[in-house]
């Protein structure tokens, strides 16, 4: 298994563009969960899907924050308009059970100027 | 209030020396425990995790772990430290039953110096 994919890897943008983060999780995982990074905060729980369904968004930001997962190998997190204190690593991760360790992505790390 | 503390920010240790590093949590019942790593520009990956059981739990890289009920502390050990296991270490806490919001701690970041 590749593990989970995250796209693209680093991404620069203008403060106002949209920003588009992807993610594929491991196949059959049930759980998929975005998360963000930075020195500031540590680590930042923004949402996590079940079987494909938003379960809990508490930790989404504002408004400008979404996400998706249209299937069980795909899932996106849009930030729109982009500020510059968006600028962090976001990593998705998936796993079986959310009690059974998480299996992480690589990370995108967001640049917002 | 639910939370887990890695006093420990920056550990610098030497080639070859042993390794502790500490992780202690705050809950009303034994919550599940684990310990992730994150080398530069990479994501977290699971080195072990304990649920239940014996108290003293292997990991991948050597590393191993042991719980203690009774100082709340889920310590990190590796006896003989490699120059490669430069990376920050990241415990983590599920209280057990049910779905429940996993909570990291702040990281310590271990330098190894030759």
């Known amino acids: 298994d590749a593990g989970v994919i995250q796209s693209p890897r680093h991404e620069v943008t203008e403060m106002g563009q949209e920003v588009t983060l992807r993610c594929k999780p491991i196949?059959?995982?049930?759980?998929l969960f975005w998360y963000r990074q930075t020195m500031m905060r540590g680590l930042e729980l923004l949402i996590y899907f079940n079987n494909n369904v938003p379960i809990d968004d508490s930790g989404m930001p504002e408004d400008r924050f979404s996400a998706k997962m249209p299937n069980a190998s795909f899932s996106t997190l849009k930030i729109q308009p982009s500020e510059p204190r968006d600028s962090a690593v976001y990593f998705c991760a998936s796993s079986l059970d959310q009690n059974y360790g998480y299996t992480f992505g690589s990370g995108t790390r967001l640049t917002v100027v | 209030a639910q939370s887990v503390t890695q006093p420990d920010i920056h550990i610098t240790v030497s080639e070859g020396a042993s390794l502790e590093l500490r992780c202690n949590y705050s809950?009303?019942?034994?919550?599940?425990l684990f310990w992730y790593v994150q080398s530069p520009g990479q994501g977290l990956q699971l080195l072990l995790k304990y649920f239940s059981g014996d108290t003293l739990v292997q990991g991948i890289k050597g590393f191993e772990a042991e719980f203690k009920r009774s100082q709340s502390s889920f310590n990190l050990r590796k006896p003989s430290v490699h120059w490669s296991d430069a990376a920050e270490y990241f415990c983590a806490v599920v209280p057990s039953g049910g779905y429940q919001k996993v909570t990291f701690g702040t990281g310590t970041k271990l330098q190894v110096i030759p």
């Open positions: 809950y009303g019942a034994t919550p599940y």
């Open positions: 196949s059959g995982h049930d759980y």
